[in-house]
Nanobody
Framework: QVQLVESGGGLVQSGGSLRLSCAAS????????MSWHRQAPGKERELVAA????????NYADSVKGRFTISRDNAKNTMYLQMNSLKPEDTAAYYC????????????WGQGTQVTVSS
């Protein structure tokens, strides 16, 4: 079955960095657009960053532009989110999502990893 497993979350001080990973299995990773989303308590889940199946195009939420970098390694079936200059408002559960590049209704979510930024 398809599995998306996030890792790399944790507690970090404001201004610090973290690198999240999303390891995929059970799917043809290179056929999927990938994205990171986050959800803070009491708030709706929001898109943080996205990357196309071949990794040639990326997109970021305005709130993270210039601080976060999304990337992927199709040979390792893994997506990454490098988060720098973290702020307390970045505190949330971070989820990865896979969407088939041709069949948009075919999509999967990971279980999430918690990122907490202290001030």
């Amino acid at each position: 079955q398809v599995q998306l497993v996030e890792s790399g979350g944790g507690l970090v001080q404001s201004g610090g960095s973290l690198r999240l990973s999303c390891a995929a299995s059970g799917l043809t990773f290179g056929m999927y657009h990938m994205s990171w989303h986050r959800q803070a308590p009491g708030k709706e889940r929001e898109l943080v960053a996205a990357i196309t199946s071949r990794g040639d195009t990326t997109n970021y939420a305005d709130s993270v532009k210039g601080r976060f970098t999304i990337s992927r390694d199709n040979a390792k079936n893994t997506m990454y989110l490098q988060m720098n200059s973290l702020k307390p408002e970045d505190t949330a559960a971070y989820y990865c999502k896979a969407v088939h590049s041709s069949i948009f209704s075919l999509n999967f979510w990971g279980q999430g990893t918690q990122v907490t930024v202290s001030s």
